[in-house]
């Protein structure tokens, strides 16, 4: 019993890293844009999607296949920065929510129409580690190292780059940045784009574990905001923290509960959170 | 000593009725007529001729008019982004359903008790999570939508993830199910008119004033004296109470309820977007936002060519809205002809 609920423990650990870096994406447009990207449930079913075409029709490796998903993201982005969110990114919330949630629409109308909305599977087999008689798969272990690889690669790139400093110059005080001699339009364009790149990666690190639709994004969309809440909105590290700790809920409770309660959980949870702790559990990442 | 308490009793009821002085004339208001009109039409068109299709399509019609008009309430009038407002029809459409089939509940009774639960538990819920803004407040209210949904789906007496189905026989209490369709229908027309009302009422009152100022400047509308965590909770749960009225009459049509219908997300996306479309914080936009968004949704979706691409032909109509017309089809008129806003409000 004891080894059932470590096992679980580990599990929810390990799809954690991943919710957590699907939640990095969502929270690294929030901290520079003050945008809540509602296409980024889409975005993760497009990455799923794109790792089954590159997959099945160009025989790239799975794992490989991160880097041209990476590419297409922050391409895919940078351009709907220009087309849907420049020119509302300085008018009321309300405008950007609708304005990211009517993408999310259109993407999910056209893959709907291309794709389904029937399962698809891309068959990833690695040996799996045992413990006990329990098994633990080798693709969700390889999963949780990459999503924290990446993590720690956006990591680098924020704290050690010039451009990542110009990024959190940006997010710290976009007018002030902007004497600097900052472009910061292609900054926020910029970042929206890694944003949406991070969370088609994370896309396609679920898709190597479970089958999916193009609807699949959604519920990862809102263990997302779970995540992003926990660890604090606009707080990349947090997020990470977030997503492990969602995930270690999940694998904590999974052993006792019937599994379609952990939502009611999860959900009455961040609503707690964001009214008692709006910016978040940790105080990683934020200096003093 | 007991006279003067009496006083301050009468006193403090007057108070909260001068929340809507501004109004002792709005039988004078042309718009006041319009509404009146309006319904009758939605009453008059289907009743005489007895046209069953066209009123199915303007019965989606007044549910979406009711949905739009008090998120307007919310949205357009205080200026908080509520997503989560179908969770206010699907809770509703469940406390009414619940009563009427476990409890025997007659039909009024239950739209009564659906409304009064909602606004209660919104009252409640409004006075913690309000106290958050902007896009935190959106996000709690998503939040608020998905515990909703996510506790009614394992929640047995309301039949868990399988919904309720109710018999017809209870269509028998309103004489029969081809009678009964028709008062679920002029009830809720009639639902229509008292929320495009109460949205008049509201804007011509101090209270509205008051959520405007909210909408403008909270903090500054504090300053100024506005019981602004009073005002907030209080529309907010006045927005829910009509939502979930329509919410048990929608479902009682139907005779059926499940979570999947009751708590969609995207047709809380809609209900925002027909009361863009129209214009927001204008009362007959909203309507008509809905109005128009119910046809050309009718529209797409039994046309041959459009009918695929109804999701991406309703996005990309958001995305031009939002892009180039964000006050609405009723700023543009406004704009374009000022004397309109003397009939319209």
């Known amino acids: 019993m004891s080894y059932s609920l470590l096992v679980s423990l580990i599990n929810g650990l390990l799809m954690g890293s991943v919710y957590g870096l699907a939640a990095i994406g969502l929270t690294l447009i929030f901290g520079v844009l003050s945008v809540i990207n509602l296409m980024h449930g889409a975005t993760i079913a497009l990455g799923m999607f794109a790792l089954y075409f590159l997959v099945t029709a160009l025989g790239v490796n799975p794992y490989l296949a991160i880097l041209p998903v990476f590419v297409g993201g922050c391409l895919a982005g940078f351009a709907v920065y220009w087309i849907a969110v420049h020119r509302v990114i300085d008018s009321s919330d309300l405008m950007s929510l609708l304005s990211t949630f009517a993408v999310n629409m259109i993407i999910i109308g056209v893959g709907t129409l291309v794709w389904s909305t029937s399962p698809y599977f891309v068959k990833v087999t690695l040996p799996d580690a045992s413990l006990h008689g329990y098994t633990i798969p080798g693709t969700q272990i390889v999963a949780a190292a990459l999503a924290v690889v990446i993590a720690v690669l956006l990591y680098l790139f924020l704290y050690y780059t010039r451009l990542g400093k110009a990024i959190r110059a940006v997010s710290n005080n976009r007018a002030a940045a902007e004497l600097m001699g900052v472009p910061t339009h292609w900054i926020l364009a910029l970042t929206f784009g890694l944003g949406i790149a991070i969370a088609a990666v994370s896309g396609l690190l679920i898709a190597t574990l479970f089958p999916f639709t193009i609807l699949s994004g959604v519920s990862y969309e809102l263990k997302s905001f779970v995540a992003v809440v926990l660890g604090g909105l606009g707080n990349p590290a947090g997020a990470m923290l977030g997503g492990l700790l969602l995930g270690l809920i999940e694998g904590g409770v999974a052993p006792f509960i019937n599994v379609s309660w952990t939502p009611v959980i999860e959900f009455t949870l961040f609503v707690i959170i964001l009214i008692l702790f709006p910016s978040g559990l940790f105080r990683v990442g934020k200096g003093r | ?345």
């Open chain 2, 1 to 345: 000593m007991q006279a003067g308490k009496t006083s301050s009793v009468i006193r403090k009821k007057h108070g909260w009725l001068k929340l809507l002085k501004g109004n002792q004339t709005v039988f004078r208001r042309p718009f006041f007529w319009v509404i009146v009109a309006i319904t009758l039409a939605f009453v008059l068109i289907p009743g005489l001729t007895g046209n069953v299709g066209l009123r199915a399509n303007l019965w989606l019609a007044a549910v979406y008019i009711v949905l739009a008009t008090n998120l307007n309430l919310m949205i357009g009038y205080t200026g908080y982004v509520n997503f989560g407002n179908i969770a206010f029809f699907g809770l509703g459409g469940y406390v009414g359903m619940y009563l009427i089939i476990a409890q025997s509940w007659p039909l009024w009774a239950a739209c009564l008790a659906a409304g009064v639960v909602v606004s209660f538990l919104t009252l409640i819920l409004g006075l913690g999570i309000l106290r958050l803004r902007g896009a935190y407040f959106a996000l709690a209210t998503i939040g608020v939508s998905e515990a909703v949904k996510a506790f009614v789906m394992n929640f047995e007496p309301f039949g868990g993830a399988t919904g309720m189905y109710m018999s017809f026989e209870k269509f028998e209490a309103l004489g029969g199910a081809r009678h009964a369709l028709w008062v679920v229908y002029f009830v809720v027309v009639g639902l229509m008119g008292v929320s495009l009302v109460l949205s008049l009422l509201i804007k011509n009152s101090k209270f509205g004033l008051g959520l405007f100022a909210i909408r403008e400047d909270e903090d500054a509308a504090v300053v100024l004296g506005v019981k602004t965590p009073w005002y907030k909770s209080l529309i907010y749960s006045a927005s829910g109470f009509l939502p979930a009225v329509v919410g048990t009459l929608y479902f009682f049509k139907n005779g059926v309820i499940l979570p999947s219908q009751a708590f969609d997300l995207t047709l809380s996306i809609e209900a925002i977007v027909m009361m863009m479309l129209g214009g927001q914080a204008t009362v007959f936009g909203a309507a008509l936002g809905a109005f128009a968004y119910e046809q050309f949704r009718g529209f797409l979706v039994v046309s041959p060519v459009f009918s695929q691409f109804q999701l991406v032909i309703a996005g990309i109509l958001l995305l031009l809205i939002v892009q180039f017309l964000p006050n609405g089809f009723m700023g543009w008129v406004y704009r374009k002809l000022p004397w309109v806003r003397k009939v319209l409000e």
